[in-house]
Structures are given as structure tokens and as C-alpha cells.
């Protein structure tokens, strides 16, 4: 995901790891497929929900780099959907 795509992201949108870094604390606890939901971005922070927004939520703080390891879920079905069909 670009910085741009990452900025221009909407309260609710879920995006999914693609690739994590064991030697970046930040994503420690993350796992490749392991999905968030978006929240919003304070001050360069960028804010995801990990559990849903439900009242067991868990609240994720990144910095702008996170756009390195996540992709929107709606577009990784959408590739995944044309590889399957050939296209």
C-alpha cells in the first residue's frame, strides 16, 4: 500500500499484513493475513482496530510505515479473484 492509499483510507475499511518484520517491535505481535480495522490517524498516528469494533476491541497504534505491511482486503480478494479466472 502507498502512503497516499494508506491517508486516503476510510474509518472502517479493513486491510490485512501482507509482510511483517520480526525485528520492528511495532509488529511484533502481528502475523502475515492477520486483519485490522481502520480507525483514524492523529498527529501521524495511524490507528487500527485489531479484534473489530466491538467492546473487546484492541486498539493499534502505527506509524506512517505500517503502509509497508498492509494491503486493503478489498483489493487483495479483487487480485485473488483475477488470478483465479486467469486475467
Known amino acids: 500500500m502507498t502512503l497516499d492509499e494508506l491517508k486516503s483510507l476510510r474509518q472502517g475499511e479493513v486491510v490485512v499484513f501482507t509482510k511483517v518484520d520480526e525485528r520492528i517491535r511495532e509488529y511484533h505481535n502481528h502475523q502475515v493475513g492477520d486483519c485490522m480495522v481502520f480507525l483514524e490517524i ?20 502505527f506509524s506512517y510505515e505500517i503502509c509497508h505491511y498492509i494491503e486493503s482486503k478489498i483489493k487483495l480478494e479483487r487480485e485473488k479473484k483475477l488470478n483465479s479466472l486467469g486475467i
Request: glycine share 4%; proline share 0%.
Open 42 to 61: 492523529i498527529s501521524d498516528v495511524v490507528n487500527f482496530c485489531r479484534n473489530g469494533i466491538d467492546e473487546t476491541h484492541v486498539i493499534s497504534h
